[in-house]
Structure formats: C-alpha cells, structure tokens
C-alpha cells in the first residue's frame, strides 16, 4: 500500500510537472529573452573584470570562476518568477480545480518546482554552449554534467517552490514582481557567484554561508569546470543543503498553496 501511495505521488508529480513544461510552446521565445541577460553577463561583465584582474581566483581564470556563478544566477532568476504562474491559475480558475482533484498539495507544489527545473535546463545549455566559445574549459564528462543537471534541477526546485511560497502570501501579480525583484540581486550578490566567498567581510560570508545560491554555485564550479576550482564544502553538502532546504520548502508550501484563493 504504502508502495502505491509513492508510485501515485510521482506520478502526479510527474504529470503537474508535464503541464508546466508545455507552456513553453506558447511561447519559446522566452528562452531567447532570457539567454540575454547571462550573455552580457559574461561578454561584457566577464570579459572587462578579467582584463582588470581585479578579483582573486588563483590559478582558475575569472571567465572560468565565473561561467558557474552566471548559470546558477540564470537558474535563480527563471525560478524565482515561477510562482507567478499560480497567480494567473488562480484568476483563471485552475487553482480551484486542482485544489478540488485528489493530487496532494506537496505533488502540486514539486511538480510546478521540476517544470520550473526543466526550463533551467534549457537555459543551462545556452549558458554552457557560450562558455564554450568563450574558450572556458568546460569539463565534459558525462558524470560530472549528470551531476551539474542534477544541481540544477534542485536549484531551480529550490527557489521555484520559495516564489510559491511568496506568491501564497502576496496574492497580486504586482506586488509578487515588485518583492522578487527585491530579493534576486540580494540573493545573487550575497553568495560567491562572481567572487569568493573570502573576499567578503566577515558579516556578508555568515550571510552567503545561509544562502542556498552559494552551494548551488559550488557544486556546478566542482562539476562543470575541467580546472582546479577554489576551496568549496565538497559535493555531498552542496546538494545536502539545497535538498533539505527544498524539503523544508515544499512542506511550507504545500500548506500555504490553499490559501493562493481566499
């Protein structure tokens, strides 16, 4: 029995996460706008900072450094969004049929966090495709990038099922924007996305040591770059950090998904 319960649980999962990954056929043209932004990062960002030679990263070149710390950033910011789809679920009726279907709420709330990992994905690939031309020596092995999607998928999961969690609590499309707005470039700059973690003062490293992006970045500099990466916490607490805190998240939020209609 309890065997069958699981099997039902991802399989709705599986199936709220399939909805999600559609929407991109309406409209693909979203991952072209979004490879934007990591692209200037890394054309014009990446490329003035390593001619100024300005941040320390030993004997991995800044471009490398920051190739990882740009992927995570575009993970964050297609993930941190992603709850606004409930809003418009909400004013379109769909909330209230899911609520009134048998799907728990935890498999609402982790399938639309997968959905939001696939679309990750997609961008990963743009990311790492231009890392490429760049010359940044990506490490190619097949275990080490089933790794890094892995990362990312948790990653995504991550913040997408904290923008539910935002996304209950503030009910209205504008304020959901004007509050993730607010919190991507805290999150972004607080963690070791484009310089280590040492150069920080002390006060801003107890910061980036609570926030989830910093082990997200971690893990993908350890598993996508073919150099030796700075000193990090090592794999096996990477992807400890980021599942406890999805775990933590999705009960939260399956608690609070209800509340999106009231």
Known sequence: MPLALVAGFVRKTIAIADME??????????????????ALWLLVFGQVISRGRV???????????????????SVLFI?????????????LGIVHKF????????????????GGGVRALIQAVVVIALAELLDVRVRWDPLALAGAAALILLGAAVFSTFSLIIACLVKTRERFMGIGQVLTMPLFF?????????????WLQVISHSNPLTYQVDGLRALILSGTPPPGVGLGTDFAVLGGVLLLLVMVSARLYPNIVR
């Open 99 to 114: 609520l009134a279907s048998p799907t728990p709420r935890a498999a609402l709330v982790l399938g639309k966090a997968i």
């Open 21 to 38: 990954v559609r929407k991109l056929r309406h409209d693909p043209t979203e991952l072209l706008t979004r490879a934007l932004q990591p």
């Open 79 to 91: 993930a941190i969004f992603n709850g606004i789809s409930i809003i418009w679920e909400r004013d």
């Open 190 to 202: 607080a963690s070791n996305a484009i310089y280590p973690t040492s150069m920080m003062p002390g």
């Open 55 to 73: 941040v320390d990263t030993g004997d991995l070149p800044y471009l490398d450094f920051l190739v990882p710390g740009i992927l995570a950033q």
